[in-house]
């Protein structure tokens, strides 16, 4: 049998946040149950520019990530802000090819494929994110047009230590809308299935979170359906009941 994955709830904090944001992130540590460590991973994602500040006290059992970097390492590049930059920040992580990224940017697979590269070259763990449109969704295309993300945007050498993916179907982002578990499952299992093929043994220990309207109510539910390997987290990730009652139902 698959070793089990270890479980992990992630917080998108998106643009939102400032530098009072301190006093929610010590109420997250303040208010976790001293049990969870034990048995699964937290992390916040704020603004890069309130990252060096979040993750600079005292030792925490929260980490950092990043919510996008640049492919390179430094250069004439105005405006971004590389892997690198990130981890000198205190980061561990970072989200990678996240839909808002994709449709504001223009972000497609390849770029997400060298941002990848780029979180490994500076010691990252890159969050890869995938999902469909509400009309790939109608048309019956999700598991497809998933696949065929995870295949464009993840290179060669992802193991369960280096690489998570994370599902998003675009139309749930934000909509207190969520997939039916039985629809989860199905992406998820569609997911494991490419990371297996391309990974092998290693397929089977990446893993592979659920984002979309995630909620405490719906934290549990979410989180029980197979291949589900934790959350990641918008809109309920900013306030620290939230998202202690996210992260507590992985318990
Ligand atoms: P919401 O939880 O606000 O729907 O956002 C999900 C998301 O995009 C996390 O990356």
């Known amino acids: 049998m698959a070793a089990p994955r270890r479980v992990l709830i992630v917080g998108n904090w998106k ?13 997250m540590v ?12 937290i992390m ?14 005292a030792v925490s059992p929260i980490r950092f990530g990043g919510q996008d970097c640049h492919h390179n390492a430094s250069g004439a590049h105005t405006g971004d802000i590389s892997a690198e930059m990130l981890k000198e920040s205190g980061a561990d992580s970072v989200i990678l090819g996240h839909s808002e990224r994709r449709a504001d940017h223009g972000e497609g697979d390849a770029i997400v494929h060298a941002k990848v590269k780029a979180a490994w070259r500076a010691g990252l763990l890159p969050i890869v994110c995938v999902g469909e449109t509400l009309e790939q969704r109608d048309a019956d295309e999700a598991a497809a047009v998933v696949a065929r993300q995870v295949r464009q945007s993840i290179p060669e050498g992802a193991t369960g230590e280096n690489l998570v993916v994370a599902y998003e179907p675009i139309w749930a982002i934000g909509t207190g809308r969520t997939p039916t578990p039985e629809d989860v499952a199905q992406v998820h299992a569609s997911i494991r299935h490419v990371l297996n093929e391309r990974f092998g043994e290693e397929g089977e220990k990446i893993r592979i979170l659920y984002g979309g309207s995630v909620k405490p109510e ?34």
């Open 15 to 27: 643009m939102n946040g400032s530098r009072q944001s301190k006093q929610e992130l010590e109420a």
């Open 30 to 41: 303040k208010g976790l149950n001293p049990a969870f460590s034990s048995v699964a991973d």
């Open 44 to 57: 916040v994602c704020p603004p890069a520019i309130l990252l060096a500040e979040l993750a600079g006290g």
């Open 218 to 251: 719906n934290a549990k539910t979410l989180l029980a359906v197979a291949n589900v390997d934790g959350a990641l987290v918008g809109g309920a990730s900013l306030k620290a009941e939230d998202f202690l009652g996210i992260a507590h139902a992985a318990l």
